[in-house]
């Protein structure tokens, strides 16, 4: 037991923390007005330190013997006493993102509407996705209870990170700690899948970076997916309206700036 409490305390948690706090600057200019911040959803290298350094730390855990030795005394731990598993990690990694659209319901404005939000996360989502499913058919890595050869990334986590970051970026700039909130949760859907022996360690911290880079991919493709879909560009609203008088109808058409 000393040896989970040392791995939970001495690397789930902080690279939570890590995670939520990293790119704090970022987010900040992400909140100022456009005029001090430019482009909101530009590219930013800085980005890609937190999730390059979990997908290449979980990726060791394919070939290298002392992190495959570790992800084995992880499950040891984890399965010394018989246990039932507890199923609540498959409703948990869409908490997150669920609490970012409950708080919208509640009153609680983030930094984007329902349709632009809901344009960001289907696209996050929908990388994420493709990318875990991807991985996990070239990798074919074995799951810790050897069910399947679908362990290598855990999707469970991606989505729950996935989730737990989005609800960071909308939310920064009302209070951080929801940001916390959703990263809590996502560590322990991450934890619970260790517990339920559906996925080693390093599957864990491996799908918590692709959550965290496929967010900030639909952050980055926001412009180009509302421009070639929706007819969109940032910083423009186009409203349009059948109307009726006693001379006339037709359609009004209304371009905000």
């Known amino acids: 037991m000393r040896i989970l409490i040392i791995l939970v305390c001495g690397i789930i948690l902080p690279v939570t923390a890590f995670a939520t706090c990293e790119l704090r600057d970022t987010v900040v200019i992400d909140t100022l007005p456009r005029r001090a911040m430019g482009n909101p959803y530009r590219f930013r290298p800085v980005q890609l330190i937190v999730p390059g350094v979990l997908i290449g730390a979980g990726a060791l855990g394919l070939g290298n013997e002392w992190v495959r030795h570790t992800n084995t005394e992880t499950k040891d731990e984890l399965q010394e006493h018989p246990h039932s598993p507890l199923t609540i990690d498959d409703f948990s990694q869409y908490a997150p993102v ?6 919208r319901l509640c009153g609680v404005k983030g930094v984007h509407d329902y349709i632009d939000f809901t344009i960001i996360s289907g696209t996050a989502y929908l990388l994420t996705g493709l990318s875990v499913y991807g991985v996990k058919t070239f990798t ?3 799951r810790p209870d050897g069910s399947r050869r679908n362990s290598f990334p855990s999707g469970h986590t991606a989505t729950a990170f996935a989730g737990a970051e989005i609800l ?3 939310y920064w700039n009302v ?6 909130a959703g990263y809590a949760v996502a560590a322990g859907t991450g934890f ?3 517990y339920n022996n559906r996925h080693w360690l390093t599957d864990v911290v491996a ?4 959550g965290i880079l496929c967010v900030q991919a639909g952050y980055w493709l926001y412009p180009v997916v509302t421009r070639a879909f929706f007819h969109k560009r940032y910083g423009a ?6 109307y009726v008088s006693a001379e006339s109808k037709g359609l009004a058409l209304q371009v905000t700036f």
């Open 192 to 194: 619970l899948r260790m």
């Open 168 to 170: 960071r970026r909308e």
């Open 140 to 142: 074919r890595s074995e």
């Open 98 to 103: 669920a609490a970012a659209y409950g708080l």
């Open 207 to 210: 799908g918590a970076g692709f």
């Open 175 to 180: 209070s951080p700690w929801i940001g916390v």
């Open 237 to 242: 609203n186009i409203f349009l309206s059948p």
